[in-house]
Nanobody
């Protein structure tokens, strides 16, 4: 059974940073591209970033480009998202995703 467990969210002031983690199990993590998506309050899911299985290529939504960094450690079956220069517009539930499957999410709230 595929399991994705996100962690690392919290309340942070504008301009602050967080590092999200996603622990994966139930599949061969190193074989798959992985995504981060987010859902702001009252809005739909929006794609944030994708990383290839071998970490060679990454892609970012324009809204986070230059501020967020996706990475992975295949030896640890873990996906990461470094969030820097956070703004209130980044407030959302963040999910890691493999294909159509996503975890339970971790809440990021940016507020002074």
């Amino acid at each position: 059974e595929v399991q994705l467990v996100e962690s690392g969210g919290g309340l942070v002031q504008p301009g602050g940073s967080l590092r999200l983690s996603c622990a994966a199990s139930g599949f061969t993590f190193g074989y798959y591209n992985m995504d981060w998506v987010r859902q702001p309050p009252g809005k739909g899911l929006e794609w944030v970033s994708t990383i290839t299985s071998d970490s060679v290529s990454t892609w970012y939504a324009d809204s986070v480009k230059g501020r967020f960094t996706i990475s992975r450690d295949n030896a640890k079956n873990t996906l990461y998202l470094q969030l820097d220069s956070l703004s209130p517009e980044d407030t959302a539930m963040y999910y890691c995703k493999k294909g159509a499957i996503r975890g339970q999410g971790t809440q990021v709230t940016v507020s002074s």
